[in-house]
Antibody
């Protein structure tokens, strides 16, 4: 079945880095744009970033530009989010999500992972 | 960035009620709007895309309307499984932005 599984979260000190991963299965990963979305505890959803199906086009939330990098390895069916200079306000559940249609770029679908928790604390 | 203002932030209703949630964009977004439902501890689920298109598998009691800056999500007859939090999302322009959410509770 179609599935996304995130990993890489954990507790990290402010100023440190973390790389999240999202492994896809059950669909042709290389055909779909992919997103990261986060949700701080008890808060709403915040869109983080998108990468095109081939990884050549990437866009980011204003609040994170310069501190995060989205990337993908289509040979491994894996999406990444490299986060640097982490701040306490980056504490959240991070979800990866698939685009709705292949070849497109921009419509989030109902295909989301279960999320990985990131806690930034000293 | 385009700001999305969602209202109300919370709503109490009864089984069988008709409820409407609204979302207003700070600038025109054509029909590039989606609605999501989220239950506690779960990932969001897509209900509506392109403002009014029902995602496959979503019950027909959910409907969406609007274009430009004003949008609505309507649930025609609330069922027990509909009590959740609902978010709108503009996907016209980067960065994409969500509304702040509407928590739908049982009266």
């Amino acid at each position: 079945q179609v599935q996304l599984v995130e990993s890489g979260g954990g507790v990290v000190q402010p100023g440190r880095s973390l790389r999240l991963s999202c492994v896809a299965s059950g669909f042709t990963f290389s055909s779909f744009a992919m997103h990261w979305v986060r949700q701080a505890p008890g808060r709403g959803l915040e869109w983080v970033a998108i990468t095109s199906f081939d990884g050549n086009k990437n866009y980011y939330a204003d609040s994170l530009t310069g501190r995060v990098t989205i990337s993908r390895d289509n040979s491994k069916n894996t999406l990444y989010l490299q986060m640097n200079s982490l701040r306490p306000e980056d504490t959240a559940v991070y979800y990866c999500a698939r685009d709705r249609v292949p070849g497109g770029m921009g419509e989030l679908s109902s295909v989301w992972g279960q999320g990985t928790q990131v806690a930034v604390s000293s | 960035a385009i700001q999305m203002t969602q209202s109300p932030s919370s709503l109490s209703a009864s089984i069988g009620d008709r409820v409407t949630i609204t979302c207003r964009a700070s600038q025109g977004i054509k029909t590039d709007l989606a609605w999501y439902q989220q239950k506690p501890g779960k990932a969001p689920q897509l209900l509506i895309y392109d403002a009014s298109h029902l995602q496959s598998g979503v019950p027909s009691r959910f409907s969406g309307r609007g274009s430009g800056t004003d949008f609505t999500l309507t649930i025609s007859s609330l069922q027990p499984e509909d009590f959740a939090t609902y978010f709108c999302l503009q996907d016209l322009d980067y960065p994409y932005t969500f509304g702040q959410g509407t928590k739908l509770e049982i009266k």
